[in-house]
């Protein structure tokens, strides 16, 4: 049992570098840039596995599968699987949700992790200091959409259990159950309720805190906090474990040190860039 204590505090701390490391590979130098962004390099251990690569040379040419992204398999790899089911790790994941949802209870929290299920960077407008513009949110939300979507292989291939399966005194709070129209398929609830790994929203926060810090670098600590609390509000409203919660965040940043190198998304976060700089700007 201890080896595999070790194992699994191993991946934990080795998905938090991911995040760090990729996080710090977007940031970089974005204090004082004030054009689009430069294409920027992969992170090394990245790389390696193949998970990044950059498109090749020249003009936007706007594929319609979307900006280049991480490939789904090569985030199977980079994450590792969950802990066993029947594990000691599993047990202390599902009493870290049930504290948190004790912790919330009755608290303005619960209320707006509940609120955070909505899948939008809008959610994130605290933590910039200004509502997101109305000409930068479509961008914004589809960036993150496609960053979260780098989520959907793992969760297919690792089929996790929500923290509700089985655990009733686990609170399925807003998104954390499955639609009707879900319901109604059984195939599709079936699909809902096991596909805990990786967090799809906890890596659309991560892709909004890092776009909007990369444009408003000096709200960057901020946005990252608001990044780390939109995460734990899946665990809140019983949607996802905290390790769901930690490769959601390492997928989201992995997945947007490889849009970065997109030259349409370039071209589109310039224009984005302009609008969320001027909402900050006061009033004449």
């Known amino acids: 049992m201890r080896a595999v204590s070790v194992a699994w505090n191993g991946r934990r701390r080795a998905a938090r570098a991911l995040v760090a490391l990729a996080l710090l590979a977007t940031l970089s130098g974005c204090a004082t840039r004030t054009a689009p962004a430069p294409v920027r390099p992969a992170h090394p251990q990245v790389a390696i596995a193949g998970a990044v690569t950059a498109p090749a040379a020249g003009s936007c040419a706007r594929p319609a599968a979307g900006y280049h992204s991480l490939d789904g ?3 199977i790899a980079l994450l590792g699987p969950p802990p066993d089911v029947q594990g000691e790790a599993q047990q202390r994941e599902l009493d870290a949700v049930l504290a948190v949802q004790r ?5 303005p929290r619960r209320a707006q992790a509940i609120a955070d299920s909505t899948a939008s960077c809008a ?3 605290d933590a910039l200091g200004a509502e997101v513009p109305a000409a930068a949110l479509p961008f914004l939300d589809r960036v993150a959409w496609q960053a979260s979507a780098a989520t959907g292989a793992a969760k297919r291939h690792y089929r996790r259990a929500r ?33 805990s790994y990786p967090s799809g929203h906890s890596a659309f926060g991560a892709a909004c805190a890092i776009l909007l810090a990369d444009m408003v670098p000096e709200r960057a600590a901020a946005l990252f906090e608001r990044a780390r609390s939109y995460a734990e509000s899946r665990e809140i409203v019983g ?5 769901d919660v930690e490769a959601g965040r390492a997928a989201g940043a992995l997945a947007m040190a490889s849009i970065r190198q997109d030259a349409c ?19 004449n």
């Not at 949607?239 to 390790?243: K, M, N, S, T, V």
């Not at 700089?277 to 009033?283: G, T």
């Open 73 to 75: 398999t090569a985030v």
């Open 103 to 107: 912790a919330a209870r009755g608290t």
């Open 123 to 125: 959610r994130f407008a």
């Open 163 to 195: 923290p509700y399966v089985g655990h009733p005194a686990v609170e399925r709070l807003a998104d954390a159950a499955a639609s009707p129209a879900e319901a109604a398929d059984q195939d599709a609830a079936d699909a809902h309720d096991y596909s």
């Open 239 to 243: 949607a996802h474990f905290p390790r």
């Open 265 to 283: 998304f370039r071209e589109d976060e310039a224009q984005a860039r302009k609008a969320v700089r001027a909402a900050l700007q006061p009033p």
